[in-house]
Nanobody, 123 residues
Framework: QLQASGGGLVQAGGSLRLSCAAS????????IGWFRQAPGKEREGVAS????????LYADSVKGRFTISSDYAKNTAHLQMNNLKPEDTAVYYC??????????????????WGKGTEVTVSS
């Protein structure tokens, strides 16, 4: 089971740090991804990490503003979000890809999903 936390309301230009914690599940060599879904839009990949292979991916829309990190020994991952924009408003989810892939931002490749945490950025 995965659980995302750390969401909240922040003004544009502000920062938030999201956390993803696993229970009954170990990260091992799996990719851990952050995804978001805004109202009326499809869920999209934001950032993903596979610490085992040293791989990190970012969506173009968040490059330079968001930083993903992880501690696989503790089965935790984080998403540091800086310079937030109103268009970053969404429910954010963490997920795990246990398939034979090093890393991906394709949501359909992720098998395990946690409950989301809501991020609202006001202008």
């Amino acid at each position: 089971q995965l659980q995302a936390s750390g969401g909240g309301l922040v003004q544009a230009g502000g920062s938030l740090r999201l956390s993803c914690a696993a229970s009954g599940f170990t990260f091992d060599d799996h990719a851990i991804g952050w995804f978001r879904q805004a109202p009326g839009k499809e869920r999209e990949g934001v950032a993903s990490i596979n610490q085992y292979y040293g791989s990190i991916l970012y969506a173009d829309s968040v490059k330079g503003r968001f930083t993903i990190s992880s501690d696989y020994a503790k089965n935790t991952a984080h998403l540091q979000m800086n310079n937030l924009k109103p268009e970053d408003t969404a429910v954010y989810y963490c997920a795990a890809d246990v398939g034979p892939r090093t890393n991906t931002l394709e949501k359909d490749e992720y098998e395990y999903w946690g409950k989301g945490t809501e991020v609202t950025v006001s202008s």
